[in-house]
Structures are given as structure tokens and as C-alpha cells.
């Protein structure tokens, strides 16, 4: 067959058409519903680090006085309100973001590193910087 | 309505994201059931590739490309990669918890069994597609959009991102590879 031909053939052979699809508005709800953008708030991140951060610009202005004093004078005083900002708020920061991570990862349908890690690296931070507030407070 | 318009419909409410499905869900599915011939990969690779739209619609914005253009790339490169990789993953219909699971595989089952009925209609074109599976990508692209979506040319290079030029020259060499492997038959 010349190249001409069968190109028309190409042209008017018939080929499946699709006219209804009984699955399309379940799927369309589900894909709607499917969160993978997961992250919390940086803001309750903001608290322990801006405390922590006073406690250190006291330690730097107040002489006899260290980072880690000035926490333990916290926890003295604010005993509840230190546990809640220094403890349980990252421990519940760190399980939610590796949560976060693993349902992305779950999501994506097993993702290449690199696009993998361009959609969850905010989750990366906060993890980082709750074991950041967590070492600071068993010092 | 225009597609700017929905396109900040879904920007702002999610759930919109359902009227561009009506528009283009059963387009896509029909290119890709072309290109593979296979009703259970065609609904998993246009469910993967409208996923994927919903999840990058937020940083799609119109710099001369339409959202239907921008769709067939996105299921182009999806079709791309599962016959690149042959990627095994869990199922996105699992993935995405969709609700009522066995209504939706019903669902499913039933246009299984339609479109299967339909692809053994057309079994001329299942020998040609099966032949045309066997060209490289570059080539398959082309001729499915060319000449089982009826695309113009414009609309081809837009979609593959490349130059009408080079699409003339894919068009040409694809042509003839895939006559030369038909006529064997």
C-alpha cells in the first residue's frame, strides 16, 4: 500500500468512541476530596520558637544566666504551659508530618526522590525544627 | 462560562473541579483507550493524569496554552511513563479513598464490559494500534494524535511541546515506519 493510501486509510478506519462512562462522577468526587497538602500551620510552630528564642535574648542580656537556666526557670514556673509548648507540641508536630509524608508518598503513587521531596519539604522543615525544640528542652 | 472563569471557580472551591471532568474526562479517556487499546489502563492512566491536574491546577495559568491542551500534555506524559516504566503501584482508585468502593467497581465493571464491546468492533484499528505500539514513543504520539484524535498540527505541537517543523518531519518517518510494519501482516 502507497504512503498516500494508507494514510487515508488511517484517516477513515473507525476507531472506539467514548460516549458515556458510568465511573466518571464518583471519580470526580474522590479526586475533589483527596487532600495530600496535609501540613498544619506554621504559626503553632511560631509559639515554642519565639518563647525559646526570648528565653535566649535573656540569656545574652541578663548576665549569670544561660539558655538553658532560664528554660528550667520556665518549667519551674510555668510548669503546664512549658510541657504543652516544649513537649507535646512537637512530639504531635513530628507524628503528624511523618503522617503527612507517608500519605503524599502514598498519594503520588510511589514519586521519583527528587519530585518526592520538592512536595513534602515543608513537612522535612517542621520535623526538623520540632527535634530542634525538643533537644533545647531535655538540655 | 468561560475556561478562565472555571479555571478560578476551582481555584476556589474544589468540588468545581467536577465541571471540568463533564468537559474533558471522556475526551482524555477516549485518547488514551486509543493509544492502548485497553480499557483497564485507559482508566488507570486518565484518573492518574486528571489527579494529577487537580493537584497542579492551582499553578496552571494561561501562557498561551488552553486547559485542554494542557490536559492531553499531562495524559500524554502519563501514557508516557506507564509504558516508560510500567510502573507498578497500588491502584489510584485505591489511593484516593474514594467512597462506596464496590458501587465505583460496579461502575467500572459495567463500562469495562461496554467499552471492551466497543474496542472488538473496530478490531482494523486494534491491528494497527498494536503494530503502532510496537514504534517508538516519539512516533506513537504523533500518529494517535494526528490521526485518531483528528488533531491539527498546531494543537499536536502545542501539546508535545515541540516545533510544527519537527512534527512534520515525526509525522512523515512514523508514517512510514508504521506502513512498512502493516503491510508485513
Request: charged residues 25%; contains cysteine.
Amino acid at each position: 500500500m502507497e504512503k498516500e493510501d494508507f494514510e487515508e486509510k488511517l484517516v477513515q478506519m473507525t476507531k472506539p468512541e467514548v460516549n458515556q462512562l458510568k465511573h466518571q462522577d464518583m471519580l470526580a468526587k474522590a479526586i475533589a476530596n483527596a487532600k495530600d497538602k496535609t501540613v498544619l500551620s506554621w504559626w503553632w510552630l511560631i509559639i515554642p520558637l519565639y518563647v525559646i528564642s526570648m528565653l535566649l535574648m535573656k540569656s545574652l542580656f541578663m548576665p549569670n544566666t544561660t539558655l538553658i537556666s532560664n528554660i528550667h526557670e520556665l518549667t519551674t514556673r510555668q510548669k503546664l504551659v512549658t510541657y504543652i509548648f516544649f513537649l507535646i507540641l512537637p512530639i504531635f508536630f513530628i507524628l503528624f508530618n511523618i503522617m503527612s509524608i507517608r500519605k503524599v508518598y502514598h498519594l503520588s503513587g510511589n514519586p521519583k526522590s527528587f519530585i518526592f521531596l520538592k512536595s513534602v519539604w515543608l513537612n522535612i522543615m517542621m520535623i526538623l525544627f520540632s527535634i530542634l525544640i525538643l533537644i533545647v528542652f531535655s538540655l | 462560562m468561560t475556561e478562565s472563569e472555571l479555571l478560578n471557580r476551582i481555584k476556589s472551591n474544589p468540588d468545581d473541579f467536577a465541571d471540568l471532568f463533564i468537559l474533558y474526562y471522556k475526551p482524555i479517556f477516549g485518547y488514551i483507550l486509543r493509544r492502548t487499546g485497553n480499557f483497564d489502563e485507559a482508566a488507570d492512566i486518565t484518573a492518574e493524569a486528571f489527579f494529577k491536574a487537580f493537584k497542579h491546577i492551582n499553578n496552571f495559568s494561561y501562557k498561551g496554552i488552553s486547559i485542554k491542551v494542557w490536559l492531553y500534555r499531562i495524559a500524554t506524559n502519563e501514557l508516557n511513563l506507564h509504558i516508560r516504566q510500567k510502573k507498578k503501584h497500588n491502584s489510584i482508585f485505591e489511593r484516593i479513598g474514594i467512597e462506596d468502593l464496590d458501587i465505583f467497581n460496579d461502575y467500572l465493571q459495567e463500562d469495562r464490559k461496554d467499552y471492551e464491546k466497543e474496542l472488538q468492533k473496530h478490531d482494523q484499528f486494534l491491528i494497527v494500534v498494536k503494530e503502532l505500539k510496537t514504534l517508538p514513543i516519539k512516533y506513537q504520539e504523533v500518529i494517535s494524535l494526528k490521526y485518531f484524535e483528528g488533531k491539527e498540527n498546531k494543537e499536536i505541537a502545542e501539546i508535545l511541546l515541540i516545533k510544527e517543523g519537527t512534527l512534520k518531519s515525526l509525522l512523515s518517518r512514523g508514517l512510514e515506519k508504521l506502513r512498512e510494519k502493516c503491510n508485513q501482516i
